[in-house]
């Protein structure tokens, strides 16, 4: 049974930090691309970060490029995502997402753990 499940959310005040983890099992971790996305109320899903299979390579929303760091841990199934200078607009439900292309697409999701910036 596959699972991702996110820890860490909370509410921070703006420039505080918070560190995402999202604890993965059921599926080879170290064979997925792994995401971290956020929804807004009223907003669309949005991809923030994510981090090659290997870790090697990791791309980032312009919206928390500097801010905000993906990292992984394969040997413990483990992604992560540390942030950093927090702002109100970053209030939103964080999702961990991992994903593969073969001959066809394979996504997990996790639940979703809410992240509250206070102004």
């Known amino acids: 049974q596959v699972q991702l499940v996110e820890s860490g959310g909370g509410l921070v005040q703006t420039g505080g930090s918070l560190r995402l983890s999202c604890v993965t099992s059921g599926f080879i971790f170290s064979n997925y691309f792994m995401n971290w996305y956020r929804q807004a109320p009223g907003k669309e899903r949005e991809l923030v970060a994510g981090i090659s299979s290997a870790g090697v390579t990791t791309n980032y929303a312009d919206s928390v490029k500097g801010r905000f760091t993906i990292s992984r841990d394969n040997a413990k199934n483990t992604v992560y995502l540390q942030m950093n200078s927090l702002k109100p607009e970053d209030t939103a439900v964080y999702y961990c997402?991992?994903?593969?292309?073969?001959?066809?697409?394979?996504?997990?999701w996790g639940q979703g753990t809410q992240v509250t910036v206070s102004s």
């Open positions: 997402n991992a994903f593969r292309r073969l001959l066809t697409v394979q996504a997990y």
